[in-house]
């Protein structure tokens, strides 16, 4: 019987490798190939040396390999694009995953090195910009590098009336705060070189370009120029 065994073949599509995660306190058990195939990450650790089999992790519910630091619902959410071939293309298309969880596999994807779903989430993530609140896309975009969304954001909070708050300086970082708080003011120190957006003159006054006031006129404000400078975009 063992030798018959082993002159059988193992078909090259439909017979497949698992591994077994312990996330949390559940127990995942999943092809291995999808992880070699999208992640650099999962690939350098499954050639690792193997040692007996009893000892190897990951082939057992017995013996899984343990992620820490990664929580039950995170993991579900980056399988759930990753075993979906759909999303795997990175082409935006429709899902069932809310914002928290894009949120969730654009940690994971990218903490792992999951280039497809990582495009996938920052696709579907930015599809969904009148959701998010301008601080945290720029949370996001610093935690996570994703650098095209950073100008986008900062302009929103620039030429919004109100000013940053401590719990949003505390958020997005205190050093982020300051340089924002910095183009809104340089912004209005430099007045008299901008055309203003009302009246079509070089104005000096503060009734054309005020910027920390509820002034209408702040959401009219060309920051571009001066957030590039000042955050090296």
Same mark, same amino acid.
């Given at each position: 019987?063992?030798?018959?065994?082993?002159?059988?073949?193992?078909?090259?599509?439909?017979?497949?490798?698992?591994?077994?995660?312990?996330?949390?306190?559940?127990?995942?058990?999943?092809?291995?190939?999808?992880?070699?195939?999208?992640?650099?990450?999962? *690939?350098?650790?499954?050639?690792?040396?193997?040692?007996?089999?009893?000892?190897?992790?990951?082939?057992?519910?017995?013996?899984?390999?343990?992620?820490?630091?990664?929580?039950?619902?995170?993991?579900?959410?980056?399988?759930?694009?990753?075993?979906?071939?759909?999303?795997?293309?990175?082409?935006?298309?429709?899902?069932?995953?809310?914002?928290?969880?894009?949120?969730?596999?654009?940690?994971?994807?990218?903490?792992?090195?999951?280039?497809?779903? *990582?495009?996938?989430?920052? &696709?579907?993530?930015?599809?969904?910009?009148?959701?998010?609140?301008? &601080?945290?896309?720029?949370?996001?975009?610093?935690?996570?590098?994703i650098k095209e969304w950073l100008l986008p954001a900062l302009l929103k909070?620039?030429?919004?009336?109100?000013?940053?708050?401590?719990?949003?300086?505390? *958020?997005?970082?205190?050093?982020?705060?300051?340089?924002?708080?910095?183009?809104?003011?340089?912004?209005?120190?430099?007045?008299?070189?901008?055309?203003?957006?009302?009246?079509?003159?070089?104005?000096?006054?503060?009734?054309?370009?005020?910027?920390?006031? *509820?002034?209408?006129?702040?959401?009219?404000?060309?920051?571009?120029?001066?957030?590039?400078?000042?955050?090296?975009?």
């Amino acid at each position: 019987m063992t030798s018959s065994t082993n002159r059988r073949s193992k078909h090259c599509k439909f017979y497949t490798t698992t591994v077994t995660f312990l996330v949390e306190d559940c127990l995942f058990k999943i092809p291995r190939e999808p992880l070699e195939a999208e992640s650099i990450v999962f *690939r350098d650790m499954f050639l690792l040396p193997q040692g007996d089999k009893d000892t190897v992790e990951g082939l057992s519910d017995e013996n899984p390999v343990v992620l820490p630091g990664v929580s039950q619902d995170e993991f579900e959410q980056l399988l759930t694009v990753l075993l979906s071939r759909k999303h795997v293309s990175g082409r935006c298309s429709e899902s069932d995953l809310d914002l928290d969880q894009w949120v969730s596999v654009l940690k994971l994807s990218t903490m792992w090195e999951f280039h497809a779903p *990582r495009i996938a989430a920052i &696709i579907h993530i930015d599809s969904l910009d009148n959701m998010i609140d301008p &601080i945290d896309k720029v949370v996001l975009a610093m935690q996570y590098d994703i650098k095209e969304w950073l100008l986008p954001a900062l302009l929103k909070l620039a030429r919004r009336a109100e000013s940053i708050n401590i719990e949003e300086g505390r *958020r997005m970082g205190f050093e982020t705060a300051l340089k924002l708080a910095s183009v809104r003011e340089k912004f209005s120190q430099e007045s008299g070189r901008h055309r203003c957006h009302n009246c079509g003159a070089k104005c000096s006054t503060s009734k054309c370009l005020s910027v920390g006031t *509820r002034d209408p006129a702040t959401k009219d404000l060309d920051f571009a120029p001066v957030i590039r400078s000042t955050f090296d975009l």
